[in-house]
T-cell receptor, first 111, second 114 residues
Framework: SQKIEQNSEALNIQEGKTATLTCNYTNYSPAYLQWYRQDPGRGPVFLLLIRENEKEKRKERLKVTFDTTLKQSLFHITASQPADSATYLCALSGGSYIPTFGRGTSLIVHP | DAGVTQSPTHLIKTRGQQVTLRCSPKSGHDTVSWYQQALGQGPQFIFQYYEEEERQRGNFPDRFSGHQFPNYSSELNVNALLLGDSALYLC?????????????FGPGTRLLVL
């Protein structure tokens, strides 16, 4: 069955450092991979979408890589700030465009 | 520009009852999807509505049903509530012809079943 794995343990980093979150998947050939941010008690907020034929995508301080051979995506936040503290969800979708979400990784940026 | 809105924000029900949750999509969006998010888990797709019809459905029993109105707003109905139905219910809207897979989520309705 399809499986999406994100680190269940929270990632703690110091302000100003680069945060790197990992999303691994198995038994899946997604056409699209998305990253969302979710704050406690709120709905997810779309951040970035990357297609299977794209290796890297950037948006301001965010960078996403997509390696379909390794079946892995890395999500980077450079110059992290305490306001970046949240849960980050990885979501995969195929031709139906319906995303399948991972459980998310909590990021805590310490001042 | 109003984003996705959902009502109510919180709800407490008892086992066996029925519940209706409501969603208004982002202005200009014509497609509404519903998700269930249990504590500590990612959202799970329930179903999607477009042109007032259920277009796709996830692995949820028939107790979960929905409706989309001509103004694109939507309802999620859950019958015969179980304790396990306690979760955050999220509505997401998108534009079928828009950027692939991009969905805008509402704040959710927190349902507690006692």
């Amino acid at each position: 069955s399809q499986k999406i794995e994100q680190n269940s343990e929270a990632l703690n980093i110091q302000e100003g450092k680069t945060a790197t979150l990992t999303c691994n998947y198995t038994n899946y050939s997604p056409a699209y991979l998305q990253w969302y941010r979710q704050d406690p008690g709120r709905g997810p907020v779309f951040l970035l979408l990357i297609r299977e034929n794209e290796k890297e995508k950037r948006k301001e301080r965010l960078k996403v890589t997509f390696d379909t051979t390794l079946k892995q995506s890395l999500f980077h936040i450079t110059a992290s700030q305490p306001a970046d503290s949240a849960t980050y969800l990885c979501a995969l979708s195929g031709g139906s465009y319906i995303p399948t979400f991972g459980r998310g990784t909590s990021l805590i940026v310490h001042p | 520009d109003a984003g996705v809105t959902q009502s109510p924000t919180h709800l407490i029900k008892t086992r066996g009852q029925q519940v209706t949750l409501r969603c208004s999509p982002k202005s200009g969006h014509d497609t509404v999807s519903w998700y269930q998010q249990a504590l500590g888990q990612g959202p799970q797709f329930i179903f999607q509505y477009y042109e007032e019809e259920e277009r796709q459905r996830g692995n949820f029993p028939d107790r979960f049903s929905g409706h989309q109105f001509p103004n694109y707003s939507s309802e999620l109905n859950v019958n015969a509530l179980l304790l396990g139905d306690s979760a955050l219910y999220l509505c997401a809207s998108s534009l079928v012809q828009g950027p692939t897979g991009t969905q805008y989520f509402g704040p959710g309705t927190r349902l507690l079943v006692l």
